[in-house]
């Protein structure tokens, strides 16, 4: 249990390498559509920013993705 009152989340101690890899992944899969999503709604300056950070959440996507395939393979 929790003592620290100002710890809001928290990663579980014993969660798996594999459930580590899919949460970071779909957190940066969200991240990505989110910003997409953001970005048709801004112009100029603004959204050459929401862009740049999508893209960069897209190279996090691509890693995780790779991680996940090295550490968790599907099989067949």
Not at 44 to 50: F, M
């Amino acid at each position: 249990m929790l003592t620290d009152s100002s710890t809001l989340f928290t990663v579980t101690p014993n969660a798996s390498t594999e459930t580590l890899i899919t949460n970071s992944y779909e957190t940066f899969t969200s991240v990505s559509t989110l910003l997409l999503d953001l970005s048709e709604d801004l112009n100029g300056k603004h959204r050459d920013i929401a862009l740049a950070i999508h893209q960069l959440s897209e190279l996090g996507v691509l890693l995780t993705a790779k991680l996940l395939d090295r550490e968790a393979p599907c099989p067949g």
